[in-house]
């Protein structure tokens, strides 16, 4: 007698369709899930079965770290030395005149040396990895920075996690960060802008004013402006004229002062010492008294 | 050894390598994408369910280093492995250019889909990411499928 159930092939057929459907399905709804739980995913798949691949990394990373030669450490701490025998006046000298002017004093930066981990897959561009997080104080919105012949900025830190964070840098379309040339006469906003090839990304320094004329080679750093950077970090040297709009604003392209590919090992500004001083202000605190520790992580003006 | 066996111990080995190459490295382009070649490569030989089930855990592992386009490999990647199963009952080519076409096309459909649902934040112009950047990487990859089956010689186990 016939039977009338589906022959083996196509019954396997079947199922296999329905299952490479369901897969489908749910790999539309990963594309769809909240961001919190997105992370989360992430998060649990870094610390398992990709941690071994990351490990590797961060331990290359501390290989080259380690074999810098100590002539060349000793070199940077001998200049180093110099320009904190020859600064220390300037401390006093500040004090005083920020006394005069019944300033506030400088809220200290801390800073937190890291390991930048980049990973080359698909997708990832503009993102980095650090062996720091949340329990070395490290909070979204930090700024990463690096040294680059000086101290310049990389990105922010976007998600932090227990001994780990995200970060994101300059190359990223969302980056903007309110600058100013290093002598603090004109100010402007910094964007990212794509190269026509790989790795061809420069900086954009719009806004400025159409009279304000830059040379080729002027600093730009950060003007601490919104809030969002500390002010006076590094960002890029003046390339050329980029547009210029009717005659009321100009365009200037910049030559960053990192190269996003090449950073290793990172410096991050945690933010607590700032916020704690917020907070004093906030409480009526009185600022005298605060440690003139002053860095770049100052968030005032 | 069988054609299973040889695949068997090639797929994760390409996956391995693949993350040490690109994650333990930090070879960006310069490598290649030896995920999407281990997906086309295991995808010929099983059906559409479990070359679906592979592409969504290997584009998984990838979205775990994307923060802004996260799913977008696991679609890409799960499309194109329900696809490469589906290859075999389309297709049904053992020549070496064949082959060649067969991962370079994989690649370039894998990068054309990352690229649809990236979104807009991520999303560059498309000539330079999937013609030109996603061109040169699908090559890349069907030359080194292409060694890969040269170097096992006459077993035809990967095609």
């Known amino acids: 007698m016939a039977s009338y159930t589906d022959p083996p092939e196509e019954g396997r057929g079947r199922r296999d369709l329905t299952v490479a459907l369901a897969f489908l399905v749910l790999a539309a ?41 100590a002539l060349r450490l000793q070199a940077q701490l001998d200049s180093l030395a110099s320009i904190v025998a020859s600064q220390s006046s300037l401390v006093a000298e500040n004090q005083h005149l920020r006394g005069l002017l019944d300033l506030q004093a400088r809220a200290p930066g801390s800073f937190l040396p890291a390991n ?54 300059w190359s990223h379309p ?78 200037y392209l910049l030559r960053p002062m990192v190269e996003t590919g090449s950073a290793t090992h990172v410096l991050v500004v945690r933010a607590d010492a700032s916020i704690q001083r917020l907070l004093e202000l906030f409480e009526g605190g009185g600022v005298a008294g605060s440690p003139e520790v002053d860095s770049t992580g100052g968030r005032d003006g | ?22 994650v333990g490295f930090g070879i960006e382009r310069a490598a290649p994408d030896l995920l999407t070649l281990a997906l086309l490569l295991a995808a010929r030989e ?75 934040v991520v999303r560059e112009p498309f000539l330079n990411v999937v013609l030109i950047d996603g061109g040169i990487a699908a090559i890349y990859l069907a030359s080194v499928g292409l060694l890969l089956a040269l170097f096992l010689g006459d077993s035809r186990a990967l095609r």
């Open chain 1, 29 to 69: 709804l990963v594309l769809y899930l909240p961001p919190g739980t997105q992370s989360q995913v992430a998060a649990a798949l870094r610390s398992t079965v990709l941690q071994p691949f990351l490990m590797t990394q961060g331990a290359l990373a501390q290989a080259r770290l380690r074999a810098e030669g």
């Open chain 1, 116 to 169: 930048l981990i980049r990973p080359g897959t698909a997708g990832s561009r503009s993102m980095f990895l650090l062996d720091v997080g949340s329990d070395q104080g490290v909070q979204a919105g930090d700024p990463v920075l690096m040294r680059n012949g000086r101290i310049a900025l990389v990105g922010k830190i976007r998600e932090v996690s227990r001994g780990a964070a995200i970060g994101l840098d």
């Open chain 1, 174 to 251: 969302d980056f903007r960060a309110s600058a100013m040339t290093a002598d603090g006469e004109v100010f402007g906003m910094v964007e990212p802008r794509p190269g026509d090839f790989l790795g061809g990304e420069r900086l954009l320094l719009n806004a400025i004013p159409y009279y304000e004329r830059l040379d080729s080679g002027t600093l730009i750093t950060t003007s601490g402006l919104g809030g969002v950077f500390p002010r006076g970090i590094p960002i890029g040297e003046v390339l050329e004229l980029h547009q210029e709009e009717g005659n009321w604003r100009s365009e």
């Open chain 2, 1 to 22: 050894m069988t054609r299973k066996t040889i695949l068997g111990l090639l797929v994760p080995l390409l996956v391995v390598v693949h993350f040490f190459l690109h």
């Open chain 2, 46 to 120: 099983t059906g559409m369910g479990s070359g679906g089930a592979m592409g969504f855990f290997f584009g998984l592992l990838e979205d775990a280093f994307s923060v802004l386009a996260f799913g977008a490999s696991t679609l890409a990647m799960t499309v194109v492995g329900i696809l490469g199963a589906r290859t075999r009952e389309l297709f049904v080519g053992d020549s070496l250019l064949f082959f060649f076409v067969y991962l370079g096309s994989g690649k370039l459909l894998r990068d054309m889909i990352h690229w649809v649902v990236a979104g807009e």
